[in-house]
């Protein structure tokens, strides 16, 4: 019996586009953990506002500290997960700094990624999300997205997501992700 029998733990990486942290996105970020299984590490990087502004002059061998950790954090993921909210019909100015910060590095290249938007609409941060990942080459799989629309009033004083129709699409989206990351190493 040789290394082949080892199950490799799978580590899941959330980032959060929003930085309040009552915000609806970070709650769905938070209920995400009851649909992760055992053999699953799930960490969430909510702290996407100690990003400093993109500069491409900063991005050379030496980036900022928080950039390192940031990147490191999503190179040794398996996958990742992205949750926004929607401002002004796009992406949180935050979120889109920190991708930018991943054009030069490429740690999403090719890396399952699952999108959920949380917010009042949202739809127009959802369609600009996946169109921010395809030019980062982002393996934004089919049954990787999920929009939630009218994300407050679906979530109970605890910040889990009341209707059942939610949580059964969050389940869902987390057993895809999981089976795009296996897809993934059986080709390694």
């Given amino acids: 019996m040789g290394e082949d029998h080892i199950e490799k733990k799978i580590n899941l990486v959330a980032l959060s586009g929003s930085i309040r942290k009552q915000s609806s996105t970070q709650k769905a970020l938070y209920s995400l953990k009851n649909f992760i299984p055992e053999n699953v590490d799930y960490g969430i990087y909510n702290v ?3 990003l400093p502004h993109f500069n491409p002059e900063l991005d050379g061998d030496q980036p900022p500290e928080e950039v390192q950790v940031y990147r490191e954090l999503l190179s040794r993921a398996d996958g990742v997960i992205i949750c926004t909210p929607e401002y002004i019909k796009g992406v949180p100015g935050v979120l889109k700094n920190a991708l930018e910060w991943l054009v030069s590095s490429a740690e999403l290249y090719t890396k399952p990624v699952a999108v959920i938007t ?3 609409n949202g739809e127009n941060a ?13 393996n934004v799989f089919k049954g990787g997205l999920l929009l939630i629309s009218g994300a407050d009033s679906k979530l109970n004083a605890d910040g889990g997501f009341v209707k059942s129709e939610v949580n059964a699409s969050l389940k869902l989206l987390i057993s895809k992700l999981i089976e795009e990351i296996n897809k993934k190493e059986a080709y390694k």
């Fill in 48 to 50: 996407i506002e100690n």
């Fill in 118 to 120: 949380a917010s009042g």
């Fill in 126 to 138: 959802h369609q600009a999300l996946q169109l921010h990942l395809s030019m980062l080459n982002a």
